[in-house]
């Protein structure tokens, strides 16, 4: 059995169970994966203070952690703290972000992200330069209003980014479309399903990534 870490940045245990949940649901048989929640941040990471601050329990949790499991991840979009703790740890440590992006431009397929969090737009367009994917990026699109109230309504937040990815196909003319963010990982699943075209949702191809680099 390979055991498998998924460091929550945000402080809610709910989240973090839905995140194991599609993390084991999409893993081999061979794989257990765990969660740890992080308790100094708040209950849902949507401002890039908030996102930068989360780096250094994400690394704590993680060198804490790390000589008991076989790889990590990351379950902010943002990958706070994922360089910094590759580089303190020996095993595979892998970022929702990072990862999404790397398959949604396989093939050099143009790719744009949907989310909730405009204060997070920066970052996000800052982890596609860090990527050396500008070139590829159709950019992102974003719902309306609160985005702790829009996560905490299963329905509403479901439509709402719908609308968002449509608008990454028909406007933007991506050829696929990231859910951006860990706490929509449920909607992520359920709109993949809904459109013909390609989602990525960040959870299931964080853990695709993890897997090939446990091989």
Known sequence: ?????????????????????????????????????ATRGPQMIVTAEQLA??????IEIG?????KVSGIVISAF????????RGSVAIPVVGLCEASMLEAAAGGRRFGVATVTPELTAPIQGRVRDLN????????????GDPV????????????LGRAVAECFEIDHAETVIIG????????????????????????????RLIGMMK
């Open 1 to 37: 059995m390979k055991d498998v870490l998924l460091i929550n940045p945000n402080a809610s245990r709910e989240t973090t169970a839905m995140m194991v949940g599609i993390a084991q649901a999409c893993s081999p048989s061979a794989f257990a994966v765990t969660g740890a929640t």
């Open 53 to 58: 601050a989360a780096a250094d329990e994400v």
């Open 63 to 67: 060198k804490h952690e790390a000589t």
């Open 78 to 85: 943002g990958d706070p703290g994922l360089e910094r703790l």
């Open 133 to 144: 994917l500008l070139h590829l990026y159709s950019g992102i699109r974003l719902t309306l």
């Open 149 to 160: 109230a829009l996560a905490a309504d299963a329905g509403r937040l479901e439509q709402s």
């Open 181 to 208: 963010g860990g706490p929509l990982g449920q909607a992520a699943i359920a709109l993949a399903r809904s459109f013909s075209r390609p989602i990525i949702a960040p959870i299931p191809a964080a853990m695709r």
